[in-house]
């Protein structure tokens, strides 16, 4: 026993609707909280000073270090989170990839820290 009844077109939740048939669902953008991210930034500038202050205490010059610290303050703060950017921009253009800007500040910064933490480890 079959019950071929014709199903309504209008039902809503009728698989064959033409509503249901034409929708996409997009899952909203998936982003990195921000207070992680600032968190991050604040985490990488404090890293990348910790060490010139050790460096002061024991006795270099100021001048040598305020140069040393002119080149890899940035590089690390500002330089790798903006390759990370650029990367992402990259991808998002060739790739068609949706890669959102704060997940990628994020993950620049992340190993902007984790790269200092093992360059401190590995000379302490």
């Not at 690390?76 to 991808?91: S, T, Y």
């Given at each position: 026993?079959?019950n071929?009844?014709?199903?309504?077109?209008?039902?809503?939740?009728?698989?064959?609707?033409?509503?249901?048939?034409?929708a996409?669902?997009?899952?909203?953008p998936?982003?990195v909280?921000?207070?992680?991210?600032?968190?991050?930034?604040?985490?990488?500038?404090?890293?990348?000073?910790?060490?010139?202050?050790?460096?002061?205490?024991?006795?270099?010059?100021?001048?040598?270090?305020?140069?040393h610290?002119?080149?890899?303050?940035?590089?690390?703060?500002?330089?790798?989170?903006?390759?990370?950017?650029?990367?992402?921009?990259?991808?998002?253009?060739?790739?068609?990839?949706?890669?959102?800007r704060?997940?990628a500040?994020?993950?620049?910064?992340?190993?902007?820290?984790?790269t200092?933490?093992?360059?401190?480890?590995?000379?302490?």
């Open positions: 026993m079959t071929n009844k014709p199903m309504d077109r209008n039902l809503k939740g009728s698989p064959t609707s033409d509503i249901d048939r034409n996409t669902f997009e899952a909203p998936s982003l909280p921000k207070g992680f991210t600032i968190g991050l930034a604040i985490f990488s500038l404090v890293l990348s000073l910790a060490g010139y202050v050790f460096r002061y205490i024991s006795g270099d010059p100021i001048t040598d270090i305020l140069r610290a002119a080149v890899l303050v940035p590089a690390f703060v500002i330089g790798i989170p903006l390759l990370f950017w650029l990367g992402a921009l990259i991808m998002n253009k060739i790739k068609g990839m949706h890669i959102q704060r997940n500040f994020t993950l620049g910064w992340l190993i902007s820290c984790v200092m933490l093992w360059l401190m480890g590995t000379y302490s």
